[in-house]
């Protein structure tokens, strides 16, 4: 199936494997897209999506070494051709309170959440320009503003993405691609359940709607930012985060 | 390949990527004043030159290249 509205265009999602990335990359196959997915721990499956739409295409990535993203953006170009929307969903934490950090540990997390961004989106990007048309998603983190004690490099590595995502839409608006950035707030995936139950109702009773998002109500507004609806918007932080965030 | 056939393939990129008429450049052509060619439009031709020629062109290079002679002349020297 190819749906009008998206003409079956590529899309790469890292961190596609599980959580938000995996509910991204199943939104956009049910939208049309044609969906390479990079994993590095867990492999997806199943890769069908409902009747008629393309399986997904797994490609063993691990974003943070340079070689290894070059060799993914080859396979899923020889699979389906060049990448027109990017999702950028590869994160990790790696918590510990300022004064407990390393910088093994600080390093580690800004290699992925941040170094890793910059490098698999100028991969992207290069065909994207020549093409005159292209989508791009960070999937930053409500953290990004709010602050969270034991998160410095988490937080840093969030933040800049907003940052990194305005000069790059700024960079790249001539040529038909946007950038935009979508801000998580609470979301029911592994890498919040490894906060133990007490600290994630902690953190829901924080949020006004009162619990946290599924990855599927994450995986909604990032299918928007990519899809051709949202051809004028360029440059924004969409906050999905149940009023977490609000006023930042 | 002799000058004028380099310049020939030199061109056909130039023309493809800043959307210009090919008796438009001219070695004094100068990319932004005469070509209206913006910053990004220069670093797509000098990746569509890198590829066409099979040569790799560092970002110092490109210090204080402002015609198309100077640029042709950094492609010539590598190749």
Request: charged letters at 25%; proline letters at 4%.
């Amino acid at each position: 199936m190819s749906d009008p509205s998206t003409g079956g265009r590529v899309a790469l999602v890292t961190g596609g494997s599980r959580g938000i990335g995996l509910a991204a990359a199943r939104r956009l196959q049910a939208n049309g897209f044609r969906v390479a997915v990079t994993w590095r721990t867990d492999e997806p499956k199943p890769l069908e999506g409902a009747d008629g739409s393309v399986p997904l295409f797994p490609v063993r990535c691990d974003v943070t070494v340079p070689a290894e993203v070059d060799e993914a953006f080859d396979a899923v170009e020889a699979h389906f051709g060049p990448v027109e929307a990017l999702v950028c969903c590869a994160g990790i934490t790696d918590d510990t309170l300022l004064l407990r950090m390393t910088d093994e540990r600080w390093s580690r997390v800004l290699d992925t959440n941040l170094t890793a961004v910059y490098r698999v989106t100028k991969r992207a990007v290069a065909r994207m320009v020549r093409a005159r048309y292209g989508r791009v998603v960070l999937v930053s983190s409500v953290i990004a503003y709010l602050g969270s004690a034991g998160q410095t490099n988490y937080a840093a590595s969030k933040a800049a993405l907003i940052g990194f995502g305005r000069s790059l839409a700024r960079e790249l608006a001539g040529r038909n691609i946007t950038v935009n950035v979508v801000a998580p707030g609470v979301v029911a995936t592994d890498m919040i359940a490894a906060l133990g139950s007490e600290r994630v109702s902690a953190l829901e009773s924080m949020v006004p709607l009162g619990r946290a998002a599924s990855p599927d109500e994450i995986a909604g507004a990032i299918a928007f930012l990519a899809s051709d609806d949202a051809s004028y918007v360029s440059g924004a932080v969409l906050p999905v985060d149940g009023g977490l965030g609000m006023g930042h | 390949m002799d000058n004028d056939a380099t310049f020939e393939k030199f061109k056909t990129c130039a023309v493809e990527v800043l959307q210009v008429p090919e008796d438009k450049l001219t070695l004094g052509a100068r990319f932004q004043a005469d070509l209206e060619a913006d910053s990004l439009e220069v670093v797509e031709l000098v990746m569509a030159l890198e590829e066409a020629f099979d040569i790799t062109i560092e970002e110092s290079e490109l210090d204080g290249v402002e015609t198309v002679g100077q640029a042709f002349e950094i492609v010539t020297s590598k190749l």
